[in-house]
């Protein structure tokens, strides 16, 4: 199968997928979403594939959401598409999920890092949620799942001031599983893919499956509120000033309107 905006490969037993729109940092725009649910689907179903390994460049995971490709939109328009729905079906991806993270692993970049079952970082990554800047919040998770992985007191900075984590920070805050030089970190994951994919293959699953429950158990609720919550930002002048200034290479002028 051929692909607009990502590769896949397969590495022994592991399913490798990465993304592949260097223009645009892999920003997510509706085409690579697509792309990656499908590509991990097909690798689901595969009986030669044991587990997925998603990464992007050295230099960029994912820069997150396409800020383009929504900056104009409605509240109406974003609920209508609800475009981050799609993310409900990599969550029902069975087989392990591991993110090989370099470089930049912003916004829904890093929301798509932590729905994978694991992270391997490079010494390089860097991990954010800059929505603030953009006048919006994360809509893919972000904000349910940073609270759960790193705690109430690191989230509430990323996602309400900006900060961003090292790949030491994000390892001792247990975002990340280990953090390892940039010229092994997609050997480590594509490893890591395939000694999983060698184990009892229904017990991998069901393992899966259960540590995802103590984690993910309630999130779904809260999930689903921060999403709607995203999409209603978007009928507010500042989420149209905070993207048009991204886009226009500017800083924001907020309103509070
Ligand atoms: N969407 C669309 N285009 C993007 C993008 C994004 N998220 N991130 C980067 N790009 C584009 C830039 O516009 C630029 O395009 P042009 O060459 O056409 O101008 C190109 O990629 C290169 O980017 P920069 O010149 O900005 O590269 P840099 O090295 O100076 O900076 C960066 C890198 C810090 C990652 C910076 O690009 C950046 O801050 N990007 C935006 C990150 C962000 O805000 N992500 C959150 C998106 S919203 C979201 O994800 C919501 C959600 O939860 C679903």
Redesign the pocket.
């Known amino acids: 199968m051929s692909y607009s905006f990502i590769l896949t490969e397969k590495h022994g037993k592991a399913g490798l997928i990465r993304f592949n729109r260097p223009?645009?940092?892999n920003?997510f725009n509706r085409g690579l979403m697509a792309e990656l649910v499908q590509a991990l689907e097909d690798f689901d179903k595969d009986d030669s594939v044991g587990a997925m390994v998603i990464t992007g460049s050295d230099r960029?995971f994912a820069?997150?959401?396409?800020?383009?490709e929504m900056a104009s939109a409605s509240a109406i328009d974003m609920m209508l598409e609800d475009k981050?729905g799609i993310w409900d079906r990599l969550r029902r991806i069975k087989k392990p999920l591991i993110a090989a993270v370099s470089g930049?692993c912003?916004?829904?970049?890093n929301?798509v890092a932590m729905m994978c079952d694991m992270i391997i970082a490079s010494e390089t990554a860097k991990f954010g949620q800059?929505?603030i800047?953009?006048g919006?919040i994360?809509?893919?998770g972000?904000t349910q799942r940073l609270a759960k992985a790193v705690g109430k007191a690191i989230a509430m900075e990323m996602v309400i001031n900006n900060r961003t984590l090292s790949a030491e920070e994000a390892y001792r805050f247990s975002l990340v599983n280990r953090v390892v030089p940039v010229e092994v970190y997609l050997d480590e994951a594509l490893k890591l893919a395939n000694e999983i994919a060698a184990r009892a293959p229904l017990a991998v699953r069901s393992g899966k499956e259960m540590v995802n429950q103590a984690f993910e158990t309630f999130l779904e609720e809260g999930a689903a509120d921060e999403r709607r919550a995203?999409y209603f930002l978007f009928s507010s002048e500042d989420q149209k000033e905070g993207m048009r200034a991204?886009?226009e290479k500017r800083d924001p002028e907020w309103k509070g309107r």
């Open positions: 223009d645009a940092l920003a960029v820069a997150g959401a396409d800020i383009k981050l930049w912003l916004g829904g970049g929301e800059p929505e800047n953009l919006v994360p809509g893919s972000g995203f991204f886009i």
